[in-house]
């Protein structure tokens, strides 16, 4: 099968019935990308939370799931007609597509923790798959560019669908000042 980057939305996204009065507010934004997610529940809350925010959410092939799954459409319940998702081939593709933008990788085996960066309108923020996280040579290749969300308990990581809000109202706490 030839992988392409979708440039259009993915059909489960697109406007069911479009509320024309609805437009994003233009604010400072960052761009959440989940590599090759497994749980199709949280990507729908992800898709619900990237409506709420007006971030893009990019999905890196292969995914765990069908993109068009019952427990997706029921976990993001009809704010998918707000989101901006994407699906992408692979990471390569999704890089390549974005040269000139800045990558920050989430993993439990980073140094830097989330809140020590100053976020830029554009940031992509990428997670990894629920089972395994990003590749460890990502982290290793980049390791200013891998953040941590510090954990005190047993616990080997939090929820993907927590992850991502924890870092994304980080991102747009800093560029919004609110």
């Not at 999905?59 to 994407?86: C, K, N, Q």
């Not at 439990?108 to 990894?128: I, M, N, S």
Request: charged share 25%; hydrophobic share 40%.
């Amino acid at each position: 099968m030839l992988k392409q980057i979708r440039r259009k939305p993915h059909p489960f996204v697109e406007p069911v019935a479009v509320d024309r009065a609805w437009k994003p507010d233009g604010g400072p934004s960052v761009e959440v990308v989940l590599v090759e997610p497994e749980i199709p529940q949280n990507t729908g809350t992800i898709i619900r939370l990237c409506a709420a925010t007006s971030c893009p959410l990019h999905l890196v092939e292969p995914l765990g799931f069908s993109i068009d799954d019952r427990t997706v459409r029921r976990a993001g319940l009809d704010y998918r007609r707000y989101a901006t998702v994407l699906v992408h081939g692979s990471y390569q593709e999704l890089r390549d597509a974005h040269p000139d933008r800045r990558f920050w990788l989430t993993s439990k085996k980073a140094k830097r923790v989330y809140t020590q960066v100053e976020y830029q309108p554009g940031d992509f923020l990428v997670f990894g798959k629920e089972s395994i996280g990003l590749p460890e040579a990502w982290i290793e290749a980049d390791p200013e560019r891998a953040l941590v969300i510090p954990m005190f308990g047993p616990v080997r990581s939090v929820n993907l669908a927590n992850a991502v809000s924890i870092v994304l109202y980080e991102a747009l706490r800093q560029l919004r000042k609110f």
